[in-house]
């Protein structure tokens, strides 16, 4: 079965450090990749996404992420951390373009000044 | 440009009421899912509605359904309520199903069972 995990529960990053949060997902063939981002009491944004070429993808924010076949593994980084960078990040993948998305548990960021 | 709008915002109900949330979906698109949040977790899928069919389910109970408006809106209804639904409700919309046209999510709509 298909199925995305984020080992990172809850992680503090000082302001201003870089920041790398973890996904790995179980699947056969190469999935769609997300990340989105969750503030309190909202929805979900879509930060960037993987369909296939350059394994290492820009989005929104600066944030960005890298595909590794090899460790099925989707990670998601920014360079330099802002304060309003605190919230929900989860990981998701798709077996095909346009179907139902399988979401990790997401990683609660905290930053400290 | 609105993007995917839900109502109500927040709703509290008892054990065994009924419940419809509604969702009108970012302009241009055509595809509505359902998610489920429960709280400290990730969403999980309900349901697809595309051409106001039923297109795919998740592993949701009967008691879920759906439905799809000719103007692409829709409505999630929840039978019998119990304890286990409180949960956070996210409507997602998307373009023509089948497209690299990745979710756009609403705020959600709080639902609590009391």
């Known amino acids: 079965a298909q199925s995305v995990t984020q080992p990172d529960i809850h992680i503090t990053v000082s302001e201003g450090a870089s920041l790398e949060l973890r996904c790995n997902y179980s699947?056969?063939?190469?999935?769609?990749l997300f990340w989105y981002v969750q503030s309190p009491g909202q929805g979900l944004q879509l930060l960037l996404k993987?369909?296939?070429?350059?394994?290492l993808v820009q989005g929104i924010k600066g944030f960005e992420a890298e595909f590794k076949r090899s460790q099925s593994s989707f990670n998601l980084r920014k360079p330099s951390v802002h304060w309003s960078d605190a919230a929900e990040y989860f990981c998701?993948?798709?077996?095909?373009?346009?179907?139902?998305?399988?979401f990790g548990k997401g990683t609660t960021l905290s930053v400290s000044s | 440009d609105a993007g995917v709008t839900q109502s109500p915002t927040h709703l509290i109900k008892t054990r065994g009421q009924q419940v419809t949330l509604r969702c009108s979906p970012k302009?241009?698109?055509?595809?509505v899912s359902w998610y489920q949040q429960a709280l400290g977790q990730g969403p999980q899928f309900i349901f697809q509605?595309?051409?106001?069919?039923?297109?795919q389910r998740g592993n949701f109970p009967d008691r879920f359904s759906g439905h799809q408006f000719p103007n692409y809106s829709s409505e999630l209804n929840v039978n019998a309520l119990l304890l286990g639904d409180s949960a956070l409700y996210l409507c997602?919309?998307?373009?023509?199903?089948?497209?690299?046209?990745?979710?756009?999510f609403g705020n959600g709509t709080r639902l609590t069972v009391t």
């Open positions: 997602a919309s998307s373009g023509r199903q089948g497209s690299n046209s990745p979710l756009h």
């Open positions: 699947y056969g063939a190469t999935p769609y």
């Open positions: 993987y369909f296939s070429g350059d394994t």
């Open positions: 998701a993948v798709a077996y095909q373009a346009g179907t139902a998305l399988i």
């Open positions: 302009s241009g698109h055509d595809t």
């Open positions: 509605y595309y051409e106001e069919e039923e297109r």
